[in-house]
């Protein structure tokens, strides 16, 4: 099996974000066909990226070799998961945003309860529950078969890409790095970001004389 991405240099991870779409990852006794997906960049261009700054405890698999997962943990509670890409030492990778379960439903359907099997992975923390993904897996490889996760080319076309700005980060918020299959329903929701208005401080009285 071939993974093209995996050849890619880290200044052309948006296109590793756009060939990943349709690929299918499988972890845990569930699949998911990848419909969405969103791109970061370490080269110190990227103010979204959790590699912006440098080496981290927390990042350091970014600068590590291609095609392993960063895992990471928000608000306390729920895992997203990143494949890493391009070169050793540079850092970057895609978020894995959302996918179409299309086998193991029924495991799905326990980790997640939800009106729609469309939503069971339509979102980047609902993917990492439904395919029983955790910190554990942080590091670990999705195309050598060692890891608890392991990606597969697609089974057939995937059809029109589109591309638009990313969700969830404070800066750069607007960069089109966020690509997804056209039309597909299990593709999250788009919010645009929003940044918090500071409250305004009271006027004391008197204030000013």
Not at 9 to 29: C, F, H, I, S
Not at 121 to 133: E, R
Not at 145 to 174: K, Q, S
Request: glycine share 12%.
């Amino acid at each position: 099996m071939t993974y093209p991405w995996l050849e890619l240099p880290a200044d052309k991870v948006d296109e590793a974000a756009r060939q990943l779409l349709g690929w299918r990852l499988t972890a845990n006794g569930v699949t998911v066909r990848l419909t969405e997906v969103e791109a970061y960049s370490g080269l110190g261009r990227d103010p979204a990226s959790h590699a912006h700054r440098g080496v981290t405890n927390r990042n350091e698999v970014m600068f590590g070799p291609a095609g392993v997962l960063y895992v990471y943990q928000i608000y306390g509670v729920h895992f997203c998961a990143n494949v890493v890409c391009g070169e050793p030492g540079v850092a970057s990778a895609v978020l894995l945003r959302a996918g179409e379960v299309v086998d193991g439903l029924e495991h799905a359907r326990e980790r997640r309860r939800t009106a729609r099997d469309r939503d069971l992975a339509a979102g980047p923390a609902k993917l990492m529950q439904v395919l029983g993904i955790d910190r554990r897996a942080n590091g670990t490889s999705v195309v050598d078969g060692t890891g608890p996760a392991t990606l597969r080319e697609p089974d057939g076309p995937v059809g029109p890409v589109e591309a638009g700005p990313r969700v969830g980060v404070t800066a750069a918020h607007d960069v089109p790095w966020r690509f997804w299959i056209a039309g597909d329903p299990t593709v999250s929701a788009y919010r645009r970001h929003v940044p918090r208005k500071k409250p305004e401080r009271p006027v004391r009285e008197g204030s000013g004389r």
